[in-house]
C-alpha cells in the first residue's frame, strides 16, 4: 500500500510539470500589455511600463520565466499578482468557501444520483425507470446557468426558501442551492451511470448464483451488485470533484459567492497571468490527489483489486 502511494506520488511530478507549464505557456503567450488599464483612461508612462515588466519578469524568455515560477513554487510560492497580492493570501480567503460548494455538491449528486440510479436500475422499464432517464437527460440538456437563474428566481425570490445571493461568510444554509445548482448535471450522470451500470450486474452469473445459494433478492443487490456498480461512479465522482472546484465560475457568477472560481474569472478578465496559473496550479494538485483517494477507494468496494 505504502509503496503504491509513493509510486502515485512520484507520477503526479511529470503530471504537474507538464500541466502547469501549459497553463503557463498559453496564459503569458496571448497577446495584450498588461499594464493596460492600470494609469486610468490615459496609458502608462514608459518608465512604470519598464519597471513593472522588470519586476514581473516579462522580458525574460518564456523558459526562464516557467523555470523561476517553479523555483517559487516549491518553496510554497504561488506568485505575485500585477497589483502586488500575494496569490497564496487570495487563495486561503476564497478556497474554504469553494471547497465547501463543491463538497456539498458531491454529497448532492451521491447521494441523490446513486439512490435515483438504483431505483431506476432494480425498476428497468417501469415509470420511475422512464421518469429518471427522462429528468436526467432534461437536466444534463439545460445549461447551468438556466438552472441557476431559474432556481433562484423561484426558490429564492419569490418563495423566499434560500437567499437570492450569498454572503462574506458562506454560510451552510445559505450555499444549499447553489451547491444543488452546481452538482446538478453530475446528479443526472450519477444516476444515469449507476442505473446502466447497475442493470448490467443484476443480469451477471454470480447474482442468480448468489440468490439460487439462499441470498435474499434485496442483500444480492446490496452486498453484489450495488458494490460493484459503484466503481465507476467513484471513478467519476473523484474526477468530478477536481471539474467542480473549476468550474464554479457560472455557480459563484450568479450567487455572488466569493471564491476561487469568481478570482479566476477576475484574473482572466485582468489579463493578471500570475493569478490564473497560481489557481489552476492549486486546482491541478487537489485534481490529483482526489484521484489517488479514489484509487485508494477502489480496494474498499472490491477486495480483488490490491494495491500491493
Do not use: W
Amino acid at each position: 500500500m505504502y509503496k503504491y502511494i509513493l509510486r502515485r506520488l512520484l507520477q503526479m511530478i511529470p503530471v504537474l510539470l507538464g500541466s502547469t507549464f501549459i497553463i503557463f505557456a498559453m496564459v503569458f503567450a496571448l497577446p495584450g500589455d498588461p499594464t493596460a488599464g492600470m494609469c486610468g483612461e490615459r496609458p502608462c508612462a514608459p518608465a512604470f511600463v519598464a519597471k513593472f515588466r522588470a519586476e514581473h519578469n516579462l522580458n525574460d524568455p518564456l523558459p526562464t520565466r516557467y523555470a523561476k515560477y517553479m523555483g517559487n513554487l516549491a518553496q510554497g510560492d504561488l506568485g505575485t499578482t500585477f497589483r502586488d497580492v500575494k496569490v497564496s493570501q487570495e487563495l486561503e480567503q476564497r478556497y474554504p468557501t469553494t471547497a465547501k460548494l463543491a463538497g456539498m455538491a458531491v454529497l448532492f449528486e451521491t447521494i441523490i444520483g446513486v439512490i435515483a440510479g438504483v431505483l431506476a436500475g432494480i425498476r428497468k422499464g417501469k415509470f420511475m425507470d422512464n421518469l429518471v432517464l427522462v429528468s436526467t437527460l432534461m437536466v444534463i440538456a439545460i445549461p447551468i446557468f438556466v438552472i441557476g437563474a431559474t432556481l433562484q428566481y423561484y426558490l429564492g425570490v419569490r418563495a423566499k426558501l434560500f437567499p437570492v445571493t450569498v454572503s462574506p461568510e458562506a454560510t451552510f444554509y445559505e450555499l444549499l442551492l447553489p451547491a444543488f445548482v452546481l452538482g446538478s448535471a453530475s446528479i443526472a450522470y450519477v444516476a444515469r451511470l449507476t442505473r446502466t451500470n447497475l442493470v448490467e450486474n443484476l443480469r451477471a452469473d454470480y447474482l442468480r448464483t448468489a440468490i439460487a445459494k439462499g441470498l435474499t433478492r434485496q442483500r444480492a443487490i446490496g452486498l453484489h451488485a450495488l458494490r460493484n456498480s459503484l466503481i465507476p461512479v467513484v471513478t467519476f465522482i473523484g474526477a468530478d470533484f477536481g471539474g467542480l472546484l473549476g468550474g464554479a465560475i457560472v455557480t459563484e457568477r450568479i450567487f455572488n459567492i466569493q471564491g476561487v472560481g469568481g478570482y479566476l474569472f477576475t484574473g482572466i478578465r485582468n489579463r493578471d497571468g500570475v493569478s490564473v496559473v497560481g489557481t489552476v496550479t492549486v486546482l491541478v494538485l487537489v485534481f490529483l490527489l482526489v484521484n489517488l483517494l479514489v484509487d485508494l477507494a477502489y480496494g474498499v468496494l472490491d477486495p480483488r483489486i490490491s494495491h500491493d
